[in-house]
Every structure is written in C-alpha cells, then in structure tokens.
C-alpha cells in the first residue's frame, strides 16, 4: 500500500484513472480466458478440431495484434495516444458482443482474430503515460500498469467464473462488452487531452531536441531479448491444468490457485524491481536482466522436476517474483531510447513482438508437449530461458563495452 501511495504522489491523478481502466478492461477481458476451452469443447464437432481451435482461441488474438499493433502505434503518434486508447476499448466491446452470440468454432476463431487486430489498448496507454507524467519514472510507470494488468487478470477470471456458475457462457462476454464500453466512455470523457510538448526530451538534457543514450542497448537487441523471455513463459498456457492434474493428481481449484500465484509474484515484485533499476544506466539494467534470466532457468528446473505439489506452487511464485524484472524494466529501456515523437510507434512494435513471442511460446508448449509428454514441458522451458541468457548476456557485454568507450575523454 505504501508503494501504491506513492506511485500515486509521484504520478499524479491522471495515473489513478489510467490504472483504474487498466485494470477493469484487462479484468473484463480476462473473465473468458480460463473457460474458453470449456466452450469450444462444447461446440468442437470433433476431438481433432477443438484441439486446432483450443489453441487458436487463444493465438488469433495474439496474431491479429502482433500484425496490427505497428499500425495502430503510428496511428497514436498521428492522432493521439488517447484516441487509440479509446478506439482500441470500443473495439474490444462491439467484437465482445459479435463472439457472444458466434455458435461457431470457426467463427469465433475468425473474430478473436479481427479482436486482436481492433485491441491494441496497452501501447497506447503507456505511451500516453509517458505523455501525461513528462516520462519521468518510466520503469515504475510501465511497472504499475502491468501490475494493473495482471491484478485485472486475477479479478477477472474470479468473475468469470462466478458468471459461468449462474450464467451462459455468453454471459461473460456479453458482460465484458458492457464493460469495455463504459471503459472507453471513461477514457473519452475523464482522460485529459496531454499538451503540446509534454514530455521533456530528456531529463538529464533538458536542451536536447531528442534523448539519445550513447550507451543504450539497440532497441531491436531489447525486443529480441523481451521475445525470448515472454516466449519461455507462454509455453505452459494451454498445458499447465493438464500438467497440475496429471502429474500431481492436484484438484482444480489446487491448479487455478498456483497458476495465480505467478501473476501473485509479479504484482508483488514488479514495484520493487522497477524502484531498483529506476535511474540506472542501461547496462545495469541488462545486467540484472542476465542474472534475472540465470535465475530463471534454474527455478523453472527446480519446478519440473519436484514431485511436491506445494514446493512446485512455492517456485511458481518465486518464477513469477522473477518476471516483474523483466518485461516493465525493458520496455522502459525501449521508452527511454525512442524519440519522443516515436513513443506509439515504438510501444506499438514492442507489443507486436510480445503478441508475436507469446504466440510462439504457446505453439511450441503445445507442440512439443503433443509429441513428447508433458514432462518435456519445463525441459523446454529452462531450455529457452538458457537462450535468453545467453542473449542478455551478449547484449549487456556489448552495452558495457559501449558504455567504456563512451566515458572515455
């Protein structure tokens, strides 16, 4: 709470409102996403089909953003990041509403696709934080907003399932529409529009025209490294009730808990994280973003192979403690680097790529998984998570050097 308080000094009102609809529209977005399985099961005429469709209800989305996410970046740096946010909100709502009355599989895949490409909400709204609080404090920032994002998932599962105890699954959507249109009535309405010029070009040059970070990683290096790390965590999101179920007989509610406990971890470290590596050079960040990533594959081991249910739960929540670290703390590295002319265009790439890493993640998880059995599920998962430190590792190396060759007279 003490850390909430003073995001909220520190940002000003402006970030309660953005927290808050950060939070109901992911939440709302969320109260589908455990149960989908349960409606495409329903409406699957065949076991071979609601295996194609279970997990494309989940990419199409992925892959609709990742292909459109640039666009509508730019389209934020045009128009308005708070006019992409408020498009990208109604979007959500009117194809809410077209998946609730879809009976069928293959067009409910074909509208999350056209959902994905419509959403897009999340870049916009940092790049609109970055706007509104002068993109001071961006690791916080971004930081708060995921916290927003994974404490709306938390919510909105819970809700979801309430709903689907008393209610149609159509219920929920038809919910989660209503919800995302008062969501975006409320950006319209409250959110201010930023002044010209908002955002200082930097805060340690007041007089540049543009930041620039002689000793900042290359952006393409960061979205390459933040891909790998959302990748490796993606792998478990179709398999990990199965993986609970089978491999330690756990009930559904044992499983639903655990899986909490990673979004658990990170809203709790997430703020730590951001305060840690808040005004430090890029190369500090990275270096933490190697042992981060040591750490990682280790843990992740650690889980595949304890046949204790409450130690497997443990380390999930120290994985998840992990990955506050990771994505909030590299975006506000790719922030930081772009111009400020730039901030939807680059926020946009970088949720592309993430959309893009996490779909890749998901079709290896389930490939891999069909082919050799659940257990290889956290082989492959420490496997990948060995990659990106390896990755992160050649990144912070290059960046140190640079960082050498720059404090030289």
Known sequence: MTHA???VRGFGPVFVLLFALQFISMGAMEMSGPFWPIQIKALSPSDSIFGLAGVGVYVCPMIGMSLTSTFWGRMGDRYGNRLMMVRALGGLAV???????????????????VQGACAGYIAPAQAYGVQITGGKDRASLFAWLQVATNVGSLGGAFLGGLILDSFPFAAINLTAGAICALCAAAA???LPVPMLGA?????ENAGAAKPRAPTGAPIAALLVLMGMLLASRMVLQVPFSLYMTQVFGARHWVAGLTYGLLACGFVVAAPLWARLFENRTPSYVLGGNVLI????????????????????????????????GTTPVLLALISAAAANDRQGSVLGVAQASQQGASASG??????VTQLFGL?????????????SFV??????LKTARATQKGSRP
Do not use: K
């Not at 955002?199 to 805060?203: C, D, E, G, S």
């Open 293 to 324: 990533s040591a750490a990682c594959v280790l843990v992740t081991h650690l889980a595949g192979s304890t046949g204790s249910a409450a130690v497997f739960a443990f380390l999930y929540f120290i994985w998840g403690a992990l990955l506050g």
């Open 199 to 203: 955002v200082a070009p930097n805060f």
């Open 375 to 387: 257990e290889a599920a956290f082989p492959l998962v420490a496997a990948l998570y060995a990659l």
């Open 391 to 396: 990755s992160a590792l050649g990144i912070w």
């Open 362 to 367: 998901i079709i290896a998880g389930v490939a």
């Open 188 to 190: 319209w309405l409250s």
């Open 5 to 7: 308080a003073a995001a």
């Open 95 to 113: 194809t809410q509403l077209f998946v609730a009355v879809a009976q069928d599989v293959w067009t409910i895949m074909a509208l999350r696709f």
